[in-house]
């Protein structure tokens, strides 16, 4: 008798096997055109690490070129940019992520509240219109305001009300404000999106019984809401932990429309990583910082990683 149900078993295996494989295999169809690119775009370039460590000759390919060890991040480091493009793509990612993430529940937790669903559907569409927008047509935007011939600014404010008008381009104390600024306008419907998703998936039983327990909204925000969105703000935490080393290439070279001035404030590593490529021709140079830039982020991520594990393991993301 075993051996019938071992053999009953045993042929009953390889059918269930032909059903699975024919059941997955258009999800793995449709699976293929995104692991063809991701090996593309994110894999084959890893090929050029050996760039950073050459002195790149391209009569000679890059196979052929010399070897230089760390002579590449050595000039990188030496350099008196290596300091400044370090402090400004790691303390804008901080601004980013310490005033986004606050505006963006803010927001999440006011729309939460409208019950109307058109002014709600309205206020997000609002919202996340301007995260659709190229970093292009956003300088462009910002230029009208900030032109010191016409912009508003100074056109439609400062000089009616007797001030001087001010050139914005030109000086560099404002521009802190104005890129966390507009890094912020434009990104907080992305962001408000996914904690506005984590509010909707909280039970309202928590709510109706804060209510009868007469707790105000306010109590109600800070004791249920903000708590249950704990998770969340961890995950994103990491997130942006591992890309706290890299910056967005159109706000920080589009937006101040790559004014020399504003180089000390403006200038981040990925600014530095073009600049090196496409004006130096400086393709081993380029190369390191990517490769520096790369490394950073890595431990980064990994660090942030262990240090959520040891103190909220249920967040930690592996």
């Not at 010399?66 to 050595?74: I, V």
């Not at 997130?239 to 159109?250: E, K």
């Amino acid at each position: 008798m075993s051996q019938r149900k071992a053999s009953a078993t045993g042929a009953a295996k390889p059918p269930r096997k032909k059903i699975r494989w024919k059941r997955m295999l258009p999800f793995y169809l449709m699976a293929l055109p995104g692991f063809i690119y991701m090996i593309i775009n994110n894999y084959l370039p890893m090929f050029g690490i050996v760039i950073a460590f050459k002195k790149l000759n391209f009569k000679k390919g890059i196979w052929g070129s010399p070897w230089c060890g760390f002579d590449n991040f050595k000039f990188l480091f030496a350099s008196a940019d290596a300091w400044i493009i370090t402090r400004n793509t790691i303390f804008y990612n901080i601004a980013f992520f310490l005033v986004g993430n606050v505006t963006a529940i803010a927001v999440a937790i006011l729309i939460n509240e409208i019950r109307k669903k058109t002014a709600k559907k309205l206020y997000q569409s609002l919202i996340l219109l301007p995260y659709l927008m190229s970093w292009v047509i956003v300088s462009y935007l910002a230029f009208t305001f900030l032109s010191a011939e016409t912009g508003m600014f100074n056109k439609g404010i400062l000089e009616p009300l007797g001030h001087a008008g001010i050139n914005w381009y030109q000086e560099k104390k404002y521009w802190p404000f104005i890129l966390v600024f507009v890094t912020v306008w434009k990104g907080i419907g992305y962001s408000m999106i996914i904690y506005l998703s984590s509010i909707v998936g909280i039970s309202v039983d928590y709510f109706e019984a804060a209510r009868i327990d007469g707790a105000t909204k306010w109590q109600q925000i800070k004791c249920i809401t903000l708590p249950l969105l704990k998770p969340t703000v961890i995950t994103l935490f990491i997130l942006s932990v591992g890309q706290i080393f890299r910056s967005d290439f159109g706000l920080f070279y589009q937006m101040p429309r790559n004014s020399g001035s504003l180089y000390s404030v403006t200038r981040t590593l990925d600014v530095y990583i073009y600049q090196a490529l496409m004006k130096n021709n400086d393709y081993s140079m380029s190369s390191a910082a990517s490769v520096y830039q790369s490394i950073v982020g890595f431990v980064l991520i990994i660090g942030a990683n262990k240090l959520v594990k040891k103190y909220e393991s249920g967040s930690a993301l592996f």
